[in-house]
């Protein structure tokens, strides 16, 4: 963060609110379950081996991991929503 960021921060809030006064008005209070609360989170990228090689098909495509910018909570960290894992119903089984 800039000085003149914390500058805008304080006029805006005055300068004896304290951060915690700060968080709670930003509205966003449950934190991000895919960057947990970083803004950040390692992204799967496939990348396609390259087509027209001698050996294309054989090789498996690569898998790389970007950090990218969490789009769930927008880079927050922290989010006005809260997300619970998606269940996925997968066939049924005897108890
Ligand atoms: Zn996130």
New binding site residues.
């Given amino acids: 963060m800039k000085a003149y960021e914390i500058k805008k921060l304080i006029k805006f809030y005055s300068a004896s609110a304290t951060l915690g006064e700060i968080f709670e008005d930003f509205g966003r209070p449950y934190e991000?379950p895919?960057?947990e609360g970083t803004?950040f989170?390692q992204k799967k990228v496939v990348v396609p081996y390259p087509r027209g090689l001698p050996d294309s098909g054989w090789v498996p495509d690569s898998i790389e991991y970007k950090r990218s910018q969490?789009e769930?909570?927008d880079g927050h960290?922290y989010s006005d929503k809260e997300y619970k894992p998606k269940m996925v119903q997968d066939g049924w089984q005897e108890n």
């Fill in positions: 991000c895919q960057c803004g989170y969490c769930l909570c960290g």
